[in-house]
């Protein structure tokens, strides 16, 4: 799991084709890795992605087709700055929301504008992601934890502070590039228990039986 806050931002080193799939160099800036080892979990641009080779100051990771598909991954190349955060532990501040590093789809930048000292950024999804994006609620962007103002339709914006614009892979986002989406998660626990999912109860016998009573 993850924050959504960026930890840093780093660059593509190269995309090492490898077997139909890809094996990414990540040069992590400066991203402390001392206490990551290698099979721990790095959100890239919001991607959780598994570090199999870890070096002074970068990091290496397979990336599945899969993975390659769905995400903005595959458009990478050497030079491109990408978000990074470090999986959460337990005894970390929560400063943004829970992220699973699992993006749900792409996006797409439609339009970036002046908002005062900010900038409002518009954003349009799939249908099939937008039904889970409310007006103040939590949305993950290129691994950024960011609060939706508004929503019509497809389309929502977000406001970027000159600090998320100057510390993220944002600076570098222009109209009509991908980004990664993850929608959150407890709209999707929402959407299951309406739909009729059963839910457990957490009564005194469900306690017991699962050795918490």
């Known amino acids: 799991m993850f924050t959504g806050i960026v930890q840093?931002?780093?660059?593509i080193v190269?995309?090492?084709?490898?077997?139909?799939?890809?094996?990414l160099h990540v040069d992590t800036a400066d991203l402390d890795l001392a206490d990551v080892q290698p099979g721990d979990s790095i959100a890239?641009?919001?991607?959780?992605?598994t570090a199999v080779t870890l070096e002074p100051r970068g990091f290496s990771a397979d990336v599945s087709n899969e993975t390659l598909s769905l995400t903005s991954l595959g458009r990478l190349k050497a030079g491109d700055p990408v978000n990074l955060e470090k999986a959460l532990r337990l005894a970390d501040r929560l400063g943004g929301h829970l992220v699973s590093g699992h993006v749900d789809g792409l996006g797409k930048v439609v339009?970036?504008?002046?908002?005062?000292?900010s900038q409002r950024w518009t954003f349009e999804v799939p249908a099939a992601i937008?039904?889970?994006?409310?007006?103040?609620g939590s949305v993950c962007i290129d691994g950024t934890s960011l609060t939706v103002n508004g929503v019509e339709g497809a389309r929502f914006g977000v406001n970027l502070i000159p600090h998320t614009v100057g510390h993220t892979a944002f600076h570098a986002r222009?109209?009509?590039?991908?980004?990664n989406i993850e929608v959150d998660v407890i709209a999707r626990y929402v959407e299951r228990l309406l739909a009729g999912g059963e839910a457990p109860r957490l009564d005194e016998a469900f306690l017991k039986k699962h050795g918490f009573a």
């Open 8 to 11: 840093s931002v780093g660059r």
């Open 14 to 23: 190269r995309a090492e084709p490898r077997g139909g799939d890809v094996r």
């Open 44 to 49: 890239v641009s919001g991607v959780c992605l």
């Open 111 to 117: 339009s970036i504008a002046p908002d005062g000292r």
């Open 130 to 136: 937008s039904r889970y994006i409310a007006a103040k």
């Open 174 to 179: 222009r109209v009509g590039d991908a980004v």
